[in-house]
């Protein structure tokens, strides 16, 4: 089954841009908002700064504040007074309920009263009282910064995104025709919708604490070999294994998160598709090959979570035995340290805290790298879309047709580059004419109708339009007077008048009425529930084939269109609607060229002209009598359908 699915998976083998070079262009939407960015990287580094210098300022508070000797400073006129000594000459002690000061060498005592006493007691307290407050105030200016710090990123991450969202868009808008004839449309809603979203996540979940992250596990190891250098040492003996266990994790998280993009991606294209057509599903009783194959791609998805699991699943574990480990290290050694004197209980307070600031990042470092990898092969994705190529092979010289005159002159196109579709093809066609182009399938007549729009360059040869060759005219003003009906009409979400306008609402609703009585489309629209004002699901569903069809003539002549291309657009409808529909060409070919493609012959016999395509050459020419007196292609695929018939 996998041989199926094959062309699916492609995407897993692709080459992954750097994620050096993926935020360097994102760098590009980043960098426009330096305020922002400025006050983001001040208070980060002002809280960052403040989180490093809590274990020094508790150690300075354990050393010097609570776990300190205060002691009788003798003076003259036998007065005494409480100073605060580390190494004090008199120790505080009580015997029999009695408070004494006892001199540290000579076990001297000295009788302390109770106000003296008290006096020892208040200084204590007042002294703890300032450094509690002290520290409550810094921890609330902490908060604030923090605070600051993730309000100004989101910020700046929501307004990157909401640019690199519509210029997405706007790109995806000026692609190629081939892109989205290789690409289905669940990939490419996948890249604006979800993979944006996945960049959202990073700036709000990542950005705003990466760099402190990273500023913290430096702090760190400078802050503690500048507290105590061998102690220090001690300690970091654990560090090479830890930054090994960090580089493996990233290698293959990485790579297990690239697949479970990928497959995702997969998934929501075949969802999309199937979705859509999920009528000739039922039609032709396929419901259980489609859901063999969804359980392919849901077990795809599945085994990329696993694995992308299973490196998740050991990555944290590790890190709390190498914490464990790490600070079994600073107790061995710290204590033998705290025996000999060389350091204080505040000095291993402080590294304690350290070496749970140090790990916290690294706990966390899962699951951001998780987000931030997502982050980076959704970016990657995204710029791929960049970099296709735009429509571009448009010279500008002019930018609209005034008559509606076509020709072609000996045009050669093949779609691989190998096998030739039109092989040599040359005809003219006036303005205001009435051309039917006909062939059997595979002819080439399609081909000819989306090079007159400009959807793919033709290898040799040239398309004239109004005597000015294609490639002179500015293709986007060019379309605005060319139309298709296509068979299957696409229409949006929202009212029929709303479609016939193509939402713009600078036409009046009058006019747009006019003009669909003109194409005689208001007869059909007004049997609707609300007319004009029928509001229809996405692509037009709730309508029939030729109410579809209508809609489409109406919306080609309120645009004003001087070349209206029908492309088997009378293929489905009833007999009434294909009436009215010749009716309104009739009136638009006054003024307007219509060039019509039809496999239902009995369709075109009231053209100007036939035109009949056979393997990639116009092989005649002429009316529909003079065509079935030439006894040539065209009266073989007649008759052939009339005795079909």
């Known amino acids: 089954m996998a041989s199926v699915h094959e062309e699916i998976f492609l995407e897993e083998k692709e080459k992954s841009e750097g994620d050096l070079k993926t935020f360097l262009r994102l760098w590009v939407y980043i960098k426009k908002y330096k305020l922002l960015l400025f006050l983001t990287f001040l208070t980060l580094a002002i809280a960052t700064i403040i989180e490093l210098a809590l274990p020094v300022f508790i150690r300075y508070g354990i050393d010097n504040v609570i776990n300190v000797n205060y002691s009788f400073d003798l003076v003259p006129e036998n007065e005494t007074q409480f100073v ?50 002290i520290f409550i105030s810094v921890l609330v200016g902490q908060f604030l910064l923090n605070y600051g710090q993730v309000f100004f990123a989101n910020v700046v991450g929501q307004k990157v995104i909401f640019h690199l969202r519509k210029d997405l868009f706007s790109h995806i808008l000026k692609l190629k025709y081939t892109y989205f004839e290789k690409n289905p449309p669940g990939k490419v809603t996948t890249r604006v919708v979800n993979d944006t979203q996945n960049l959202s996540d990073f700036f709000s979940d990542v950005v ?8 913290i596990i430096i702090g760190v190891i400078i802050l503690m070999m500048v507290l105590d250098f061998e102690l220090s040492l001690y300690t970091m003996s654990m560090f090479p294994v830890i930054v090994v266990s960090v580089v493996l ?3 293959f998280d990485r790579k297990a998160y690239d697949k479970v993009r990928t497959r995702i991606s997969a998934l929501n294209s075949y969802l999309a598709e199937n979705l859509a057509g999920s009528n000739v599903t039922r039609l032709f009783n396929q419901e259980e090959r489609k859901k063999k194959e969804f359980d392919y791609m849901s077990t795809k998805v599945y085994r990329a979570n696993l694995q992308q699991m299973y490196v998740f699943a050991i990555f944290r574990p590790l890190m709390s035995l190498l914490q464990y480990f790490t600070i079994s290290i600073l107790l061995w050694f710290g204590s033998l340290q705290l025996t000999d004197g060389q350091t204080t209980f505040g000095t291993i307070y402080a590294f304690t805290s350290y070496i749970d600031m140090f790990f916290r990042p690294l706990f966390d470092l899962a699951e951001k790298y998780d987000i931030m990898q997502n982050a980076f092969a959704s970016a990657g994705k995204i710029f791929k879309i960049f970099d296709q190529e735009q429509e571009n092979f448009g ?85 605005k007077k060319i139309a298709v009906v296509p068979q299957d009409v696409f229409l949006f979400s929202g009212t029929i008048l709303d479609n016939m306008r193509l939402f713009n609402q600078d036409i009046p609703d009058e006019e747009v ?104 050459l116009v092989v005649e020419e002429g009316r529909h009598e003079e065509l079935i007196n030439n006894h040539g292609i065209y009266y073989d695929l007649y008759r052939l359908q009339f005795e079909n018939s």
């Open 395 to 479: 010279r500008k010289k002019y930018t609209t047709i005034q008559e509606g005159k076509v020709e072609f002159q000996n045009v050669k196109f093949s779609y691989d580059g190998n096998k030739e579709v039109l092989k040599g093809v040359s005809f003219k066609i006036n303005p205001n004419e009435r051309v039917a182009i006909v062939g059997e399938t595979g002819s080439g007549k399609t081909t000819i109708i989306k090079l007159i729009s400009g959807l793919y360059k033709y290898q040799s040869g040239k398309i004239l339009l109004d005597d000015k060759e294609l490639y002179d005219y500015d293709l986007n003003e060019l379309r």
């Open 208 to 215: 705003t604490s990466l760099l402190k992250d990273i500023a």
């Open 84 to 133: 605060e000594q580390e190494n004090g000459a008199y120790n505080l002690e009580k015997r029999d309920n009695n408070y004494y000061m006892v001199n540290n060498q000579t076990g001297e005592r000295i009788q302390v009263s109770g106000e003296q006493y008290s006096q020892y007691f208040d200084l204590a307290i007042r002294k703890i009282q300032i450094f509690s407050l």
């Open 513 to 616: 009425k006019k003009v669909a009585k003109s194409v005689y489309a208001d007869e059909i629209i007004s049997r609707l529930p609300q007319n004009y004002y029928t509001v229809i699901t996405e692509r037009g569903g709730t309508l029939s084939s030729g109410e579809r069809q209508l809609v489409a003539l109406t919306r080609a002549v309120l645009f004003n269109s001087k070349i209206i291309i029908l492309d088997e657009a009378t293929a489905n409808v009833d007999v009434e609607t294909e009436f009215l529909i010749q009716q309104a060409l009739n009136k638009i070919s006054e003024r307007s060229t219509i060039i019509s493609i039809a496999h239902r012959l009995s369709t075109v016999k009231s053209s100007n002209r036939i035109i009949v395509v056979h393997k990639g």
């Open 249 to 251: 994790f990233r290698h």
